[in-house]
């Protein structure tokens, strides 16, 4: 029976908080984890040869599409993430990106985005005519572009985000997300664990069923997400709090 496992995930908080409520799991079960921390394509290649057991997480279908090599196989539906364009609640009177060139509107039209979002937020801006009305992108760094946000919303300045959920933001603030009638941003995906080709073969059925079956939500990431990024916990600890019921979903 296996007592170690290699988990993988790309650096970055969102997959490192779903990792952590993984291991938890595969504690539980008695087996020790290691886990390796990569560039996608890397780590794509030493599951597909091997070298890595578990890979957290794929969002499936889209650009993680090419992780799925001959014999590595998906398990499990941890959540369903999704790109979306959000304003805080104040702004409850706006529901649909149309709205934004249709009414008069009371906050910034500069658009901060994450340079990973920007042809994205790009494709909005042109799909729903918002430059007639004034608006631009401000693309930054990733982590630049979310601390900018995060200030915004401290400030009660925030405008229209163009965010993927989960994200800490979300639970950080009260945000609506608009409706997007033109279906420009990609739609709902789901999270999913790969297994190397053989693992399912191997791993102990009642393990195998746990992580299969193990949900978290969107919302549960982001409130993790949040804990790491804004009150020092790590991602252990985040999932520990998580798993004891002291991190409460927004």
Request: glycine letters at 4%; a negative charge.
């Given at each position: 029976m296996t007592t170690t496992l290699t988990?993988?995930?790309p650096e970055n908080t969102i997959h490192e908080a779903t990792a952590a409520?993984?291991?938890r799991v595969i504690e539980a079960h008695d087996i020790e984890p290691e886990v390796t921390i990569g560039p996608k394509d890397?780590?794509?290649q030493m599951l597909s040869d091997g070298e890595i057991d578990l890979y957290i997480s794929a969002w499936l279908p889209g650009a993680d599409d090419a992780l799925i090599t001959n014999g590595v196989t998906q398990l499990g539906n941890l959540?369903?993430?999704g790109t979306r364009c959000y304003l805080p609640d104040s702004n409850s009177g706006f529901t649909s990106l149309n709205d934004l060139t249709e009414k008069e509107i009371p906050f910034s039209r500069t658009i901060i985005v994450q340079d990973s979002l920007r042809q994205q937020a790009e494709k909005i801006i042109t799909a729903y005519n918002l430059n007639e009305v004034g608006f631009t992108l401000q693309s930054m760094p990733d982590?630049?572009?979310l601390s900018a946000l995060a200030d915004a919303l401290d400030n009660n300045t925030a405008s229209l985000m163009i965010l993927t959920d989960p994200c800490f933001l979300l639970h950080q603030a009260?945000?609506?997300s608009?409706?997007?009638p033109k279906n420009v941003l990609p739609q709902n995906k789901a999270a999913h664990m790969l297994l190397r080709p053989g693992l399912a073969e191997e791993m102990d059925i009642d393990l195998r069923d746990e992580l299969d079956e193990l949900m978290l939500s969107t919302k549960i990431i982001s409130a993790m997400d949040y804990a790491m990024?804004?009150?020092g916990l790590s991602a252990d600890e985040a999932a520990e709090a998580w798993q004891r019921g002291k991190l409460i979903p927004r």
């Open positions: 988990l993988a995930h409520a993984i291991i890397i780590l794509g959540f369903q993430p982590d630049q572009a009260s945000l609506s608009l409706d997007e990024r804004t009150e």
